[in-house]
């Protein structure tokens, strides 16, 4: 018998469908990455068999602890076997000191059944990390300020341990060295760490002032790893992470030499306080798996302080930047009594391209300071052309003088090569320009399309100038890419940068007026002379400080897909970050032009952010009892609005040598200011409970989801975001008025009366009660701020209270309000 099946036109359609995706998903197979998953359950710190009783830490050696880190493993790796497929990943991590969950390495399939999976409250895709001094102590006056309190550099920071996560350490550096002179008298209490050895670190690396290095690969070794530069142990290929440990907790003192040349002295901020080193981004690759791993590492080793000069490639899109799982881990960190300190970031000066989100988190801002390497040409007619370059003069100074040669004039007429800007005028390869024209001269190379795609670098300028043996070389701005920016870098042949094109043409009307040509153009004769002046010199005038451009810029965000703005203000404090000398792997396996020296002169939210760990331990190491927020509010409270000219501090914006007047949005509360944090006055608290409720009222957040990162119900939240008791004030949108309530402890050992003075923002009324008040030792006033609506300005406005005391403390606390229409 013959059965007649009659399919619709529908079905079939969806037939073809279903075989469509079939065929592409097996042609496109998914591509497997790195999760980060949260889960139900105390983490080890904070279960009450085995972590944290009444303020005190766990101790790793405990049956107690123990048996709590195995049940917690057990129940990460029974979950993933009753969830997902056999052979379809790799767990990378198990998270269980301050968060509890995992990491793993598996398909986004995978990841879809892990989140409808019993127990598990987050799924995170890993969206990687990226990384974001000599003068600098005396700039913040530490030498006869904090330092002299702490008995001099010689115990500033003593006992106190300061975690760096970044690229590692380099063991053999002189800023890390153990002097058996200036031994240390007993260990860190409570601190207990590792030293893993690999290569180029064996185990005399940790040598007292190192007192711990572990490394983290799980996460880059999944993705990708090359083991030729990304040295599977804590030793530092880049540089970065010596850098940022140095300006840390550098030891005192250490000569800067480069190119045999002294710049001067290095010091940290805190030299006597340790370095627990924990490598968790590599040359090839960061990961947020293995950064996380750190941090939870970091607090079970207990450290005091932990330094964060790196952040995520990107926020989360489908969810508040707060409850992503990097932040979480800091604000559990946070909770485990560690103060952590992270870079702003390097997106400045854009609005709201803040990269450091949370308010258990202190962001740091970056400045110059008062310090430059002038460099000048002079040229055969007496006219001198200032510069940028850290070279030596050409030889004789500028008694002698050299012919000048337009790298363009020089180029080889029968050369093989393609005439693009790379051979033809900036000076990137040596075979397309005539050695016999060039030999001797000072070169003239032009800033041209390759330096401004990124594809032409200084260093291949430095390489061609070698190899065909320049006297020296110049690198010009070009009209037809404006003003570029020049930073000092170290060459080893006489080199100048000239980076604004009026002075250019200077150098280059000069250049033509004493060159002699046929009527085709060819150069017939080189009559113009020049000398390359001495660079290195330090000069110490002009204003400072002033926000750099680089640095990223408030107002902070909840969201990154919706843009919302956040009752918080970010970013926390300014700090050096601008052309800060210090410690340098010469591997350097990032950065050719650094290769084989021991120092560098770099710049970044990178450099700013160590300046504040090695403050912070000073004024833990000063008052020993002090909670994280209590230390963030002496930072916040005491810093200076103003620049060493007396003038409030500016701020360089978009267009080249341009400064505007800065808000709170460039530089928090100010410049930080080490002496006068020592000794605040009042402090402003927050604890974790506090933080919980902050997460609890943000608007149109999931409280769910609230609820699940921090273990917490959100049976309580605040009134309103902006009342977190943090020592500034934000509101992101006042129609009419808003009361907010804020606490101070006085920490002095004697009663203070306070009165209250308010600079207005724009816009707005600010009324403080009580106006004045005499607060005990010890003892807490409560205040409540009316900040009323007079002129909605749709945009926001700046002032500060400012709290004065009997006793000469002063308290600031700055004020950023968005009025807007009803």
């Known amino acids: 018998m013959a059965v007649t099946v009659k399919v619709s036109a529908s079905l079939r359609c969806r037939c073809v469908i279903l075989l469509l995706s079939v065929i592409v998903s097996v042609a496109f197979p998914e591509q497997p990455t790195i999760y980060l998953v949260l889960m139900e359950g105390e983490p080890i710190l904070f279960h009450h068999g085995a972590g944290l009783l009444k303020g005190e830490r766990s101790d790793p050696n405990s049956e107690a602890y123990r048996a709590h880190a195995k049940h917690l493993e057990d129940s990460h790796d029974q979950l993933l076997q009753n969830t997902i497929e056999v052979g379809s990943y790799k767990k990378l991590y198990s998270f269980k000191h301050i968060i509890n969950g995992f990491a793993v390495h598996t398909t986004p399939s995978q990841a879809k059944k892990l989140e409808l999976a019993e127990g598990v409250k987050l799924v995170e895709e890993d969206r990687g990390v990226k990384l974001m001094t000599t003068y600098t102590p005396e700039f ?163 450290v005091d302080i932990i330094s964060l000069s790196i952040g995520p490639n990107s926020p989360p899109e489908d969810k508040p930047i707060f409850l992503n799982v990097f932040d979480i881990s800091m604000l559990f960190a946070q909770r485990a009594g560690v103060f952590v300190v992270q870079a702003a970031g390097n997106q400045g000066p ?41 070279s030596g003069p050409t030889f004789g100074n500028w008694l002698l003088q050299y012919k000048l040669v337009l790298a363009k004039d020089a180029v080889k007429e029968s050369g093989t090569f393609p005439m693009t800007p790379q051979y033809v005028e900036e000076c990137q390869y040596p075979e397309a320009l005539d050695p016999t024209l060039v030999l001797g001269s000072i070169v003239i190379c032009t800033f041209s399309a390759g330096f401004s795609n990124g594809t032409s670098t200084l260093s291949a300028i430095i390489d061609t100038a070698t190899e065909l043996g320049f006297m020296g070389f110049v690198l010009t701005a070009n009209p037809l890419y404006g003003d570029y920016i020049a930073e000092p870098v170290p060459f080893v042949v006489p080199g100048i940068m000239i980076p604004k094109v009026a002075d250019a043409q200077i150098l280059l009307q000069y250049y033509e007026q004493w060159t002699s040509r046929d009527p085709t153009g060819r150069v017939t004769k080189y009559n113009g002379r020049a000398a390359i002046g001495e660079g290195r010199v330090a000069s110490f005038q002009g204003r400072a400080p002033s926000v750099s451009r680089f640095s990223s810029r408030g107002p902070d965000i909840i969201d990154s897909s919706r843009r919302n703005l956040a009752d918080v203000l970010k970013p926390d404090i300014l700090a050096p970050g601008h052309l800060i000398w210090a410690a340098w792997s010469p591997t350097s396996i990032s950065e050719p032009l650094l290769n084989g020296y021991n120092f560098a002169l770099l710049s970044g939210t990178s450099m700013a952010t160590p300046h504040v760990a090695g403050v912070a331990a000073l004024i833990k190491q000063h008052n020993p009892s002090w909670t994280p927020s209590m230390i963030a509010s002496a930072i916040s409270t005491t810093a200076s609005r103003y620049d060493n000219y007396g003038e ?20 928090g509360a100010g410049l930080i200011n080490p002496k006068r944090a020592l000794d605040p006055g009042l402090v402003f608290t927050s604890g974790f409970e506090d933080y919980v409720e902050f997460l609890c009222s943000l608007p149109n957040t999931n409280l769910s989801l609230v609820e699940a990162v921090t273990g917490r119900l959100c049976n309580h939240s605040l009134a309103h975001p902006s009342d977190l008791n943090l020592p500034s004030i934000t509101i992101s949108r006042l129609v009419t008025s808003q009361v907010v309530r804020r606490s101070v402890k006085n920490i002095e050992s004697k009663p203070e009366t306070y009165v209250s003075a308010v600079l207005h923002p724009n816009g707005v009324e600010v009324s403080v009660n009580p106006s004045q008040f005499t607060i005990d030792s010890q003892g807490t006033q409560d205040m409540e701020i009316t900040i009323s609506v007079t002129q909605a300005l749709n945009s926001f406005s700046f002032g500060e209270i400012v709290l004065t005391g009997t006793l000469d403390h002063i308290v600031r606390i700055p004020l950023s309000v968005l009025t807007v229409p009803m």
């Open 140 to 302: 913040l006056e530490l030498p006869m300020g904090v330092w002299s309190q702490e008995g001099g550099d010689t115990h500033a920071g003593e006992d106190l341990v300061i975690g760096v996560i970044d690229t590692g350490i380099d063991p053999m550096h002189p800023s890390f060295a153990y002097d058996p002179l200036k031994p240390y008298t007993s260990n860190p209490h409570r601190f207990s760490g590792d030293c893993q050895t690999g290569p180029r670190f064996p185990a005399s690396s940790c040598n007292g002032k190192i007192i711990s290095a572990r490394y983290f690969s799980a996460g880059a070794q999944s993705i990708t790893l090359n083991t030729s530069k990304d040295f599977l142990s804590p030793f530092d290929a880049a540089g970065h992470g010596s850098h940022v440990a140095s300006i840390a907790a550098g030891n005192y003192g250490v000569s800067v030499v480069v190119n045999s040349f002294l710049y001067g002295y290095a010091s940290g901020m805190a030299p006597r306080a340790r370095i627990a080193v924990y490598k968790a981004v590599f040359p090839s690759i960061g990961t947020m798996a293995d950064v996380v791993a750190a941090i939870d590492q970091a607090v079970l080793d207990q």
């Open 350 to 390: 854009t609005p709201s391209s803040i990269e450091s989100y949370s308010p258990w988190v202190v962001g740091v801002a970056a400045c110059n300071i008062d310090r430059s390497f002038p460099g000048k040409i002079v040229l055969g007619d007496g006219q001198n052309i200032n510069g940028v370059g850290l």
């Open 648 to 667: 409030p501090i500016m701020a360089e914006g978009f267009n080249i040598s341009s400064l505007y007047p800065s808000t709170p949005f460039d530089f």
